[in-house]
């Protein structure tokens, strides 16, 4: 009898599990076919890249900022042991932009913005705003998770972008500024060694996590249950399952990327 | 104009409504009334195309909502309704001008100065003016409902519905929300649909009444008809009463 209660719970969990997949995914490929269809209302997307990437620089930025810092204390107390502290440029950048750069700013992104979406979704949900839409004859997936979904993959790899070069800043100003390395072979390591590939590198791993940004933040929103108790889990689920996903993402990605540049 | 044919729904092992058929002719307004929790909302909610049933089917103006494959064919039958949320649903993002416009903006895509003019038309004809910048958690509950009523009626939708018009209303605004109800049919006339429990009041907006209980409408008639009815669980409901055949849940 116990055996059987457990292999039935066994098989109900493959089976929401399965189900919640689906579900996600149908929502996912729904939200990207509304984005392509007209009417485009283009001031909504603006307003969502306005909320999700302007309102975030700041944060992106000083994190980038400090990160470089680290960055640079570090690798020149690493490298100056092998007496290589000539090339903390390269492993500041490199860091940077292949796997800190986008990994940090879409881990801040989905802390920052992550909750505030599905939290907005969650309460317009619980509040019958998104059956008011419905019953207005005004799609919700294309009124308001598409513009998200679309404004988290522009603005990922823009705020990336910021982050790296902000943190090559902050690793110049340390490593240059305070720890005495010349500022011509900071740079010109740098630019020795970072090549255009590694930037795509990047810009892609970006891009891939602003959709999952946008499709977890939105599709837990969506979802969420009832009352304020649906919309705090909602949000966290939200803000836990994309980071997580954001670095289980990461890894298969950097297999892929680096085997695809490096042919 | 709308016809609601042996409709089914439950959720999960519990039946909501077990083969419940409604017909409101055009122009008239009928009141589904009940106690809490018997599929009130959920009736509404299948008419508005935004649940399925398990078997039925919901016509409006002769289109079937439930048949329709895509959300877009769902939004084309939609764009005969015109529905009056429980706590008005206003989109708090929003001032209570923009979400007058809503529909008009977003759904028939006017041209600015246009809907503009109709916004003002309704915003003045619902004693809204004053009120057009404010954001609607400003405004009181009675306020938004108007709000919530000018949003609904304002592309002159067929069909009206609404969902508990006087919820949590004390009785001066409760009252005023029916005057609104009958001021606006006399003015622009259009098909109704009350989901209430308050009873007598919803009388005074309704022709007809059906009442639900356990999945099914159990009496169907005009409002002498329901006061006149010697079912006993009728009569508890009319009266209040705590005995009788309806559990309280």
């Not at chain 1, 939200?31 to 309102?55: D, E, F, K």
């Not at chain 2, 038309?121 to 000018?150: F, T």
């Not at chain 2, 949590?168 to 098909?191: H, M, R, S």
């Not at chain 2, 209430?196 to 639900?212: G, K, N, W, Y």
Request: net charge positive; proline share 4%.
């Amino acid at each position: 009898m116990k055996i059987l209660t457990s292999t039935e719970n066994f098989g109900s969990f493959i089976i929401d599990t399965t189900e919640a997949w689906g579900r996600s995914w149908i929502f996912l490929t729904r939200t990207i076919s509304a984005a392509l269809r007209p009417p485009y209302r283009p001031y909504l997307y603006l307003q969502q890249m306005l909320q999700i990437g302007v309102n975030s620089s700041l944060v992106i930025a000083l994190i980038g900022l400090f990160t470089g810092a680290v960055l640079a204390v570090q690798g020149e107390y690493t490298l100056s042991k092998f007496g290589a502290n000539a090339y903390t440029g390269p492993a500041v950048a490199l860091s940077l932009i292949r796997e800190l750069g986008p990994v940090l700013t879409a881990l801040m992104v989905i802390g920052r913005a992550g909750s505030a979406v599905t939290a907005e979704i969650g309460i317009m949900r619980i509040t019958e705003q998104i059956d008011a839409l419905r019953s207005m004859a005004v799609d919700p997936i294309k009124y308001l998770m598409a513009p998200r979904l679309v404004a988290g993959i522009i603005a990922m790899p823009l705020l990336c972008g910021m982050f790296n070069v902000v943190g090559i800043l902050g690793g110049y100003i340390v490593a240059v500024g305070l720890l005495g390395l010349s500022a011509g072979t900071f740079m010109s390591q740098i630019e020795s060694a970072v090549g255009l590939v590694d930037v795509w590198s990047g810009f892609i791993k970006a891009t891939v996590f602003g959709l999952i940004f946008g499709w977890i933040s939105c599709y837990k929103g969506y979802t969420c249950g009832f009352g304020a108790q649906g919309v705090n889990k909602a949000t966290t689920q939200s803000v836990v399952t994309a980071s997580v996903a954001v670095l289980i993402v990461d890894y298969f990605l950097t297999s892929v990327l680096t085997r695809v540049f490096m042919k | 104009m709308i016809s609601v044919r042996n409709v089914h729904k439950r959720f999960g092992s519990q039946v909501v409504l077990n083969g419940v058929s409604i017909d409101i002719e055009p122009g008239k307004t009928t009141a589904v009334v009940g106690p809490s929790g018997v599929g009130k909302s959920v009736l509404l909610k299948l008419i508005m195309g935004i649940m399925t049933p398990e078997r039925g089917e919901i016509y409006i103006g002769g289109d079937n909502i439930t048949s329709a494959r895509s959300e877009r064919a769902r939004n084309e039958i939609r764009e005969s309704l015109g529905v009056l949320f429980q706590s008005a649903a206003l989109f708090d993002s929003l001032t209570i001008y923009e979400n007058i416009a809503f529909s008009l903006r977003e759904r028939l895509r006017l041209r600015p100065s246009r809907a503009h003019r109709r916004v003002l038309e309704m915003a003045d004809a619902l004693s809204l003016l004053p009120y057009l910048k404010n954001y609607p958690e400003q405004v009181s509950i009675g306020i938004r409902k108007r709000v919530g009523m000018a949003r609904a009626l304002i592309t002159k939708p067929k069909v009206l519905l609404v969902d508990e018009p006087n919820t949590g209303l004390d009785p001066l605004d409760g009252q005023e929300v029916y005057d609104l109800i009958n001021a606006c049919k006399n003015q622009w006339g259009f098909t109704g649909l009350v989901i209430s429990h308050e009873l007598p009041e919803v009388f005074q907006v309704s022709d007809r009444v059906a009442m639900i209980l356990g999945g099914e409408i159990i009496i169907e008639g005009t409002p002498a008809d329901l006061i006149a009815s010697p079912n006993p669980a009728v009569q508890q409901f009319l009266n209040g009463r705590t005995d009788g055949p309806i559990k309280i849940q």
